[in-house]
């Protein structure tokens, strides 16, 4: 079979994406009309994450260069119900976390369910607050999770009254 992805042409064979996911076992299996199609559009993907994804589906391996790429694989991912790329790019993900993107990726945990990478962001939260709290994104912390940590018996700190000053910034910010 041949997968279209905005125009690029993706030859595979049905067997091996019927293994690695079960919507294209579905497809191939049950009467529907990618059954027997020669030609599948997939919409709605970006052809450099389904690359990624027909990478994995063929060698169980990843060659992931940034955030912004994994999640658009993470997407294709999801879509597809390749589970096992798709903790992988959780972990690829996990390993890029920073002080200065922890919110961020703490959002993307959040939209995509990711159990690991919102423990992790949060952790990273917690074990370097006083930096975090000196950030730019830290005064874009949605008041909800600031309340989380300030209340957190976990955070690590040189002194209880960076808690206090990363407070008064985020109050001063966000009047």
């Not at 940590?149 to 206090?164: C, D, R, Y």
């Amino acid at each position: 079979v041949v997968l279209i992805v905005d125009g690029e042409r993706f030859p595979a064979h049905k067997a091996v994406l019927a293994a690695a996911s079960n919507v294209f076992k579905a497809m191939f299996t049950r009467e529907m009309k990618e059954k027997h199609a020669e030609e599948i559009i997939l919409s709605s993907l970006d052809p450099r994450s389904w690359r990624v994804a027909m990478q994995y589906i063929y060698t169980a391996q990843v060659d992931i260069d940034n955030e912004e790429t994994a999640l658009l694989v993470l997407s294709s991912a999801r879509m597809y119900q390749l589970e096992t790329l798709e903790h992988f790019v959780e972990s690829f993900l996990i390993s890029r976390l920073n002080v200065c993107n922890c919110f961020v990726m703490l959002g993307h945990a959040e939209r995509y369910d990711l159990v690991k990478l919102k423990e992790a962001c949060e952790n990273t939260m917690e074990e370097r607050f006083e930096e975090m709290a000196a950030s730019p994104a830290f005064l874009q912390c949605p008041v909800d999770l600031l309340k989380k940590l300030v209340q957190s018996g976990n955070l690590i700190l040189k002194s209880e009254i960076a808690v206090f000053d990363a407070v008064m910034r985020w109050i001063q910010a966000n009047e």
